[in-house]
């Protein structure tokens, strides 16, 4: 009699174990009984019928997922690499767990593939230039195909483009010439801005000539001040015919 009371309390104690289940904050218990959806229960403790129910737990937090590095051939018949971040969670427990049959592996082969599509619609300088606008679509997209199986995608990001060898090096080419062809153009307009200036300042000395005479003085004084160099400094052919006039007059 001993012996069969022991087996009952440990066939009790096995029922009892496996009939509490606890389900946390962040989780939610889709229960089934004989094959068949009861509800969504969750959280706090629960008590379920062994052998007759099972509850599946279901995480509502956000699931993070990086897309593997896609190979891409853009709308410009550039072959590239893609890789993006996906961030999604469950709204709906009992949809995820019914509708399909690994929710989280099917998220990411649907964001696979809608990478591979949406890329593959831009040429090479849409997909740099525009990324956010790429991003908003491939959002949209993945998130109309898994709303019937109750998740949510908040955030679809592209991480890293990868580009061929020859095509970075027919880009840094190309940034190069883009950015002398700059240069050129603003030393340009430096010279034209420069040029209208002298012209003014021509126009001004041209029409008071003590001016030009005070411009010789201020230029002496500025070489002047270093004092290694030899000072050239021509005078007006009005001052020498000063001179020999002086000069006759004495004669006389």
């Known amino acids: 009699m001993g012996g069969g009371w022991i087996i009952l309390a440990v066939v009790v104690l096995f029922v009892l174990a496996n009939s509490i289940k606890v389900v946390n904050e962040y989780e939610r218990g889709v229960i089934f009984r004989l094959g068949r959806l009861i509800g969504v229960w969750g959280p706090g403790l629960f008590f379920v019928i062994p052998i007759l129910d099972r509850m599946i737990k279901v995480s509502l937090r956000t699931v993070t997922f990086d897309v593997t590095p896609q190979e891409v051939m853009t709308k410009d018949n550039v072959p590239i690499k893609v890789n993006a971040v996906v961030y999604f969670r469950v709204m709906d427990p009992a949809k995820a767990i019914k509708e399909v049959e690994n929710y989280q592996v099917a998220t990411i082969q649907i964001a696979q593939t809608t990478l591979r599509g949406v890329v593959g619609q831009y040429e090479l300088d849409d997909i740099l230039a525009e990324r956010e606008k790429i991003n908003q679509r491939l959002q949209q997209i993945i998130d109309e195909q898994t709303d019937p199986w109750g998740i949510k995608v908040s955030i679809v990001e592209i991480k890293e483009v990868e580009l061929p060898e020859t095509m970075k090096r027919a880009m840094a080419a ?79």
């Not at 603003?186 to 005070?214: D, Y």
């Not at 050239?232 to 007059?249: A, G, N, Q, S």
């Open 174 to 252: 190309q940034a190069e010439v883009e950015r002398d062809r700059r240069a050129k153009i603003i030393s340009a307009e430096g010279e034209l801005q420069a040029s209208e200036k002298l012209k003014e300042a021509a126009r001004i000395l041209a029409e008071v000539p003590q001016a030009l005479h005070l411009r010789y003085l201020q230029t002496a004084t500025e070489i002047a001040t270093e004092k290694n160099s030899t000072l050239v400094f021509p005078l007006p052919m009005e001052f020498f015919k000063l001179i020999t006039r002086t000069e006759e007059k004495n004669e006389k």
